[in-house]
């Protein structure tokens, strides 16, 4: 049942490129410039005419709403607020009309994303879902929405989930993007004609960089903590990559905007503090290699994601992952691949049940 991996984990990380592909079918045809998420079609006004959206989410699918915010503002020009479900819900939160949630959620039992669902609704929100597990409580709760088609996740680890959460929710920014104008049809045909390469890309990834990261893994498998910084799309693929490696190797890591360091992690900066930076080459480039340039001036030991064909980047690190270059709203979703690989591979060093780490649920349905 794990088709010959050790461990679900790293069998669904391997899933990627077809529940990817499975996200986008019958969805997107490039060449007749067709996106459609049939889910979505009755309630898809209330998108485009969206004031404002909030999504909603927890862990690993909270991540891939603060993607979705650059995606939603990027593409569709809409505001957008992601919240940790079990805030909102505790809090008197302002719903006005013209507000539209999306909640975001692989189980679709999560306790704490159903209840914040359950409350927008009381206040008179339109409500669509982003989940997995078809007919599940939060899907039968929302008024519309689009599964991501990763098929069962088992590890406790989200993976698959995550890159079918942000290929969805780019799928809708686009939607709404073209429907309001904001993208022009050519920028639209060009946009979609991309993202149906990423599981391609995704597929090459793991192929080119497991026997790279299972070394790099091995390097690091003593580090007792880990830095991840990102900026623009990828700074929550930097909250990602270390909620993966805390959540299934315990080493203690925390991510950040690489432009917050200086306002205080730079203090832990020394020679026995990795550092995983998500620098491929995108409009944040060059404000990445002087974060780079910092941390290299006080001795971290630099691990970068970078694109393929990167110089300046290649000569401050320590060890750097090469991927290629897609548009920079899509790229999470190779980024992240090396990041969950990394993990795991760390994780399979120290940890005894890779796929069930200890004190986890694969859903909370408690609060
Ligand atoms: O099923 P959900 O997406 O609602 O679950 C939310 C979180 O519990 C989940 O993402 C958790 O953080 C994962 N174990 C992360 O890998």
Same mark, same amino acid.
């Given at each position: 049942?794990k088709?010959?991996f050790p461990h679900f984990t790293l069998k669904e990380i391997f899933e990627q490129p077809?529940s990817l592909?499975?996200?986008?079918?019958?969805?997107?045809?490039?060449?007749?410039?067709?996106?459609?998420?049939?889910?979505?079609?009755?309630?898809?006004?209330?998108?485009?005419?969206?004031?404002?959206?909030?999504?909603?989410?927890?862990?690993t699918?909270?991540?891939?709403?603060?993607?979705?915010?650059?995606?939603?503002?990027?593409?569709?020009?809409?505001? !957008?607020?992601?919240?940790?479900?079990?805030?909102?819900?505790?809090?008197?939160?302002?719903?006005?009309?013209?507000? !539209? !949630?999306?909640?975001?959620?692989?189980?679709?039992?999560?306790?704490?994303?159903?209840?914040?669902?359950?409350?927008?609704?009381?206040?008179?929100?339109?409500?669509?879902?982003?989940?997995?597990? !078809?007919? &599940?409580?939060?899907?039968?709760?929302?008024?519309?929405?689009?599964?991501?088609?990763?098929?069962?996740e088992?590890g406790v680890a989200s993976t698959k989930a995550f890159t079918?959460?942000?290929?969805?929710?780019?799928?809708?920014?686009?939607?709404?993007?073209?429907?309001?104008?904001?993208?022009?049809?050519?920028?639209?045909?060009?946009?979609?004609?991309?993202?149906?390469?990423?599981?391609?890309k995704v597929e090459y990834i793991l192929h080119k960089v497991d026997s790279q990261i299972k070394y790099i893994a091995e390097e690091f498998k003593?580090a007792?903590?880990f830095?991840y910084?990102?900026?623009?799309?990828n700074?929550?693929v930097a909250?990602e990559g270390a909620l993966k490696l805390k959540e299934i190797s315990?080493i203690?890591a925390?991510?950040?905007?690489?432009?917050?360091?200086?306002?205080?992690?730079?203090?832990?900066?020394?020679?026995?503090?990795p550092?995983v930076f998500i620098?491929p080459?995108? &409009?944040?480039?060059?404000?990445?290699?002087?974060?780079?340039?910092?941390?290299?001036?006080?001795?971290?030991?630099?691990i970068a994601v970078v694109?393929?064909?990167?110089?300046?980047?290649?000569?401050?690190?320590?060890f750097t992952i090469e991927i290629p270059?897609?548009?920079?709203?899509?790229s999470p979703i190779l980024t992240v691949i090396p990041l969950q690989l990394l993990s795991y591979y760390i994780a399979t060093h120290l940890v005894?049940?890779v796929d069930?780490p200890?004190?986890?649920?694969? &859903?909370?349905?408690?609060?």
């Open positions: 049942e088709g010959g077809k592909r499975d996200a986008m079918r019958g969805r997107i045809n490039a060449e007749k410039n067709h996106l459609v998420l049939g889910g979505l079609i009755e309630y898809q006004q209330k998108l485009i005419n969206a004031d404002r959206i909030i999504i909603l989410g927890c862990g699918s909270w991540h891939a709403g603060l993607v979705g915010e650059y995606l939603f503002e990027e593409f569709a020009r809409i505001p !957008v607020e992601v919240e940790y479900a079990s805030e909102f819900r505790y809090r008197n939160p302002v719903i006005r009309e013209g507000d !539209v !949630v999306i909640a975001i959620s692989q189980s679709g039992e999560t306790a704490d994303t159903l209840a914040a669902v359950e409350l927008a609704k009381s206040k008179g929100a339109i409500i669509f879902g982003v989940c997995n597990v !078809v007919g &599940s409580s939060i899907p039968r709760a929302t008024h519309a929405g689009a599964y991501i088609h990763a098929g069962p088992i079918g959460q942000i290929t969805v929710l780019t799928m809708m920014a686009l939607i709404i993007g073209r429907a309001k104008g904001t993208i022009t049809e050519s920028k639209f045909q060009e946009l979609i004609t991309e993202l149906t390469t990423i599981p391609d003593g007792r903590n830095l910084l990102g900026r623009g799309f700074f929550p909250l315990y203690h925390e991510g950040y905007p690489a432009a917050e360091m200086k306002h205080g992690p730079i203090a832990l900066i020394d020679e026995n503090m550092v620098a080459k995108d &409009s944040t480039y060059e404000k990445i290699v002087s974060n780079v340039q910092e941390i290299k001036a006080r001795k971290g030991r630099i694109n393929e064909g990167d110089k300046e980047i290649k000569d401050l690190a320590e270059q897609t548009h920079e709203a899509f005894d049940d069930k200890r004190n986890l649920a694969k &859903s909370v349905t408690v609060e």
